[in-house]
Antibody, heavy 113, light 108 residues
């Protein structure tokens, strides 16, 4: 069974950092582009970042502005999102997705003092 | 950035009815459009890709059509499990993927 399981979310103060993880199973992780998409409470879906199969190419939404870094470890079948300089408006559920087709259940990031 | 506009924002329907959801793009997409379903507390689920291709395991009552800037998702014979929010998403202008704001389908 194809599965994506996110972790690493939590409550963090403004300006803080978190490292989100996404453990993949049931497919050849190293063959796929992977993405992060977020959803603020009661709002719609917003694409955040993507990374190619071997990790050599990454792209991010403009609003990330160098604060977020996507990476992957194909030996561990794991996708990461390092989120720094967090702001209240970064509060959201963060989903990892395989090719925007298969989605994990998300991890919640809350930025508040 | 390509802006995706969905209409209506909310649709109240009865089980068994035929439902048509619209999605308009600010620039031409060819057929590079997907539709997702999201139920409360759940992750989005891919329904349609390439504007008209059903994803694996998606029932035949879901169909997509359209091209360029005008797209439609049709649900023929709405079932109770279909009450949800539906999003369109363009992937023509990658990597600047954008989603519509969603259409909520609720029970009349």
């Amino acid at each position: 069974e194809v599965q994506l399981v996110e972790s690493g979310g939590g409550l963090v103060q403004p300006g803080g950092s978190l490292r989100l993880s996404c453990a993949a199973s049931g497919f050849t992780f190293s063959s796929y582009w992977m993405h992060w998409v977020r959803q603020a409470p009661g709002k719609g879906l917003v694409w955040v970042s993507r990374i190619n199969s071997d990790g050599s190419t990454t792209n991010s939404a403009d609003f990330v502005k160098g604060r977020f870094t996507i990476s992957r470890d194909n030996a561990k079948n794991t996708l990461y999102l390092q989120v720094n300089s967090l702001r209240a408006e970064d509060t959201a559920v963060y989903y990892c997705t395989r090719d925007l087709q298969i989605w994990g259940q998300g991890t919640v990031v809350t930025v508040s003092s | 950035e390509i802006v995706m506009t969905q209409s209506p924002a909310t649709l109240s329907v009865s089980p068994g009815e035929r439902v048509t959801l619209s999605c308009r793009a600010s620039q031409t997409l060819s057929s590079n459009l997907a539709w997702y379903q999201q139920k409360p507390g759940q992750a989005p689920r891919l329904l349609i890709y390439g504007a008209s291709n059903r994803a694996t395991g998606i029932p035949a009552r879901f169909s997509g059509s359209g091209s360029e800037t005008e797209f439609t998702l049709t649900i023929s014979g709405l079932q109770s499990e279909d009450f949800a929010v539906y999003y369109c998403q363009q992937y023509n202008d990658w990597p600047r993927y954008t989603f519509g704001q969603g259409t909520k389908v609720d029970i009349k």
